[in-house]
């Protein structure tokens, strides 16, 4: 039987090959399984291949093809389904909560896939999500404060005022708005308290946009 993650890249790169007829890159493949390295994707495939799921297409680039598709899920992708089932006969689902974020002093956001956070199933039907909890007051103009739950879109990618989860040299994280200008980014705090960071846009990669907000009373 595959592990999880051997399963679910052997149905991504089967789903992006039936749809665009070429196999999709590393980074997209990385990025479809929350991976955070190619080398890990790279070791994915060799797997696949030994155990005569994948086939190399031979002087082609990136090229490969799909010879069969397993008869049997895991035991983990039985019960995510499962538990999501049962989730959204509540109209609730469950995403991963990663920890604290610093709306205002950039902080690196803690990855913990044994965190969960219930939110409507609404909110998160489409795409792939996680929430974090905001520390901080430099987006309290736009009505996020000190204490709320964001809920994140991952996505490698933003639009010019696009409120995102931005990485800065890989270590610290930080909620802002985002504005490009030719090879740099500015990251933009809205609080009148805080000042732009302009970095050059090496320094600076995004890991989310903005989708929803959920805030409990005490």
Avoid: W
Wanted: aromatic share 6%; charged share 30%.
């Amino acid at each position: 039987m595959l592990t999880e993650k051997q399963y679910k890249l052997l149905l991504y790169i089967n789903k992006v090959i039936k749809e665009t007829g070429c196999s999709p890159s590393f980074d997209e493949m990385k990025a479809a399984i929350n991976l955070k390295s190619k080398s890990s994707i790279y070791a994915l495939i060799e797997a696949l291949v030994e155990r005569n799921f994948l086939k190399k297409m031979p002087h082609k680039a990136r090229a490969l093809e799909v010879v069969r598709l397993p008869k049997l899920k895991p035991s983990s992708i039985i019960e995510e389904e499962r538990k999501r089932e049962e989730a959204l006969k509540n109209g609730m689902v469950e995403i991963p909560l990663y920890g604290k974020i610093a709306a205002g002093t950039p902080i690196e956001a803690i990855a913990n896939e044994n965190e969960k956070f219930s939110v409507p199933y609404e909110m998160v039907s489409r795409g792939q999500y996680y929430a974090l909890t905001i520390e901080g007051d430099s987006m309290v103009n736009i009505g996020i404060m000190d204490g709320d739950t964001v809920i994140i879109k991952k996505a490698e990618t933003a639009n010019n005022g696009d409120i995102v989860v931005a990485l800065v040299d890989d270590t610290e994280a930080t909620l802002k708005e985002i504005r490009k200008e030719g090879g740099e980014v500015l990251l933009i705090p809205k609080n009148d308290a805080y000042q732009t960071r302009r970095l050059p846009a090496s320094r600076v990669k995004v890991q989310g946009i903005l989708s929803g907000l959920m805030r409990m009373y005490h």
